[in-house]
């Protein structure tokens, strides 16, 4: 379905996927944390399609760092938990840049900061749910 070509960066290849996400198309989509992108195959594709980062490690609006959870909308707007930048990025369908949605405010315990975000979810009210992994809570986010 992805990858499946040895470890590497090639667009048919993947370096330690972490999460996968399906959305109703049969598109899957990867996260690629080595590589420091997220990666989207169509059904039936031979290579993917780099839908975030893929500018290798970085803490700019154009990289992720060792990203994890991904969440995609019906509009094609792919959510990330860029782990080790300790916040959520949100790609618009098409985009080269992404913004920062969640942490603007460092590393830490507090409500408003993450450490090391894993995985995230959104409930039918737009709410965005993150697995904030090193404070060992679950943290809920109206981000409309």
């Known amino acids: 379905v992805a990858g499946g070509n040895g470890k590497g960066n090639g667009l048919d290849q993947l370096s330690n996927p972490t999460y996968v996400f399906v959305d109703r198309d049969h598109s899957v989509y990867v996260s690629d944390t080595w590589n420091h992108r997220v990666m989207k195959w169509e059904e039936g594709a031979k290579q993917g399609i780099v839908v975030a980062g893929g500018q290798g490690e970085g803490n700019s609006l154009t990289q992720l760092n060792h990203p994890q959870g991904v969440v995609v909308d019906q509009l094609g707007t792919v959510y990330v938990a860029d782990c080790w930048n300790h916040r959520i990025m949100r790609w618009s369908k098409g985009a080269t840049r992404g913004n920062v949605i969640v942490r603007e405010n ?9 450490n090391y975000p894993t995985g995230l979810s959104f409930d039918r009210h737009g709410n965005l749910y ?3 992994y090193g404070n060992a809570r679950i943290q809920k986010f109206n981000i409309a």
Do not use: H, T
């Open 106 to 114: 460092g590393i830490g315990a507090q409500s408003n900061k993450l």
């Open 130 to 132: 993150v697995v904030d």
